[in-house]
């Protein structure tokens, strides 16, 4: 679902498959992803970014939210409000960020971390 005034530069992709397999007798099996995604009013997501569909629920972009290019976000994640994201930044399944959040070029986060509001993340962390 998108909001108003949203932005997606070429080569976005909202909602395809998370990344969700489980290793049972040496072979990968996929887990199906039925959730959605949902991104709020005045997003804009630079050329190339991408936002999983959730496992079960919703993967979230908040409003007012900005990406440079190629950022990714993980399944079931929360983008908090009015976060801003340089390139290639890349947030694993099931991140929350608080409001106001900056994260500079090449952020990963790991899955299931939460970060507060107002926090900002140095490019490469």
Partial sequence: ?????????????IGQDGFGYA???GAHHKIPQSGNA?????VELGAGCSVDRATVGSTVI???????????IGHGTKVGPHNLYVAQVGLA????TGSYVVMGGQV???????????????ATS
């Fill in 38 to 42: 949902v991104v709020e009013d005045d």
């Fill in 108 to 122: 990963g986060v790991a899955g299931h971390l939460k970060i507060g509001n107002n926090i900002k993340v140095a």
């Fill in 1 to 13: 679902m998108l909001g108003d005034r949203v932005t997606l530069h070429a080569g976005c992709v």
């Fill in 23 to 25: 290793t049972h007798a």
């Fill in 93 to 96: 399944g099931s991140v929350q």
């Fill in 62 to 72: 908040g409003k007012g939210t900005k990406f440079s290019n190629a950022v990714t």
